[in-house]
């Protein structure tokens, strides 16, 4: 089955600073990969999403960018603020059914 | 919120009993989703089901058991067999179409002593 790594488990940036999330996936056929923040005691939302016939798609501040050769997609999010202060998961689905696997997540601390 | 519900939002059972997870959904979405999170972990994904009268077995399914008798609901029922029931479990759907994204309910906390 898929297997998603991520990294790094916690970044602490400064505000207006940019911070960049790796993952990695193992299975080649997957083709969706989708970006969720989860804040402090909620449910997980997803932030972006960008599908395998994309190498890069931007939302504001937010962009994800997707290398399928290194089967590898990272997460960029500049001028930072402190309500970006999250756990950012990132996940993967694979070529077959809907069943999406996640990152172990990101913990993103953003200082005054 | 966001048309999933789940209930409780916190839940305390003894070491032993079954537990019911309750989660209702009213998007029309096909497929639902039961994930548990642990810390450091992320979300592993326990069950899921694309229709009706059909589900599938996640990565960590032992302990746990589903139905899905009604397209809006998708109750989880964590067993006295899963060793380490103790997580903040979540509920999602999404529509049944090819790179759709889960909504998520906003979790149950399950504390078991």
């Known amino acids: 089955g898929e297997n998603v790594e991520q990294h790094p488990s916690t970044l602490s940036v400064q505000e207006g600073d940019s911070a960049v999330i790796k993952c990695t996936y193992s299975d080649s056929a997957s083709n969706y990969f989708p970006w969720y923040k989860q804040e402090l005691g909620k449910r997980p939302q997803l932030i972006i999403d960008i599908r395998s016939n994309v190498g890069e798609k931007k939302d504001q501040r937010i962009a994800v960018t997707l290398n399928k050769t290194a089967k590898h997609f990272s997460l960029h999010i500049t001028e930072t603020q402190p309500e970006d202060s999250a756990v950012y998961f990132c996940a993967a689905k694979g070529g077959g059914g809907n069943k999406l696997t996640f990152g172990t997540g990101t913990q993103l601390k953003v200082e005054l | 919120d966001g048309g999933i519900t789940q209930s409780p939002k916190y839940l305390f059972r003894k070491e032993g009993q079954n537990v019911t997870l309750s989660c209702e959904q009213n998007l029309n979405h096909d497929a639902m989703y039961w994930y548990r999170q642990d810390p450091g972990q992320g979300l592993r994904l326990i069950y899921y089901s694309q229709i009706v009268n059909d589900f599938q077995k996640g990565d960590i399914a032992e302990g746990y058991s589903v139905s899905r008798e009604k397209k809006e609901s998708f109750p989880l029922t964590v067993t006295s067999a899963q060793k380490n029931p103790t997580a903040f479990y979540l509920c999602?759907?999404?529509?049944?179409?090819?790179?759709?994204?889960?909504?998520f309910g906003n979790g149950t906390r399950l504390t078991v002593t």
């Open positions: 999602a759907s999404s529509p049944d179409r090819a790179n759709s994204p889960l909504h």
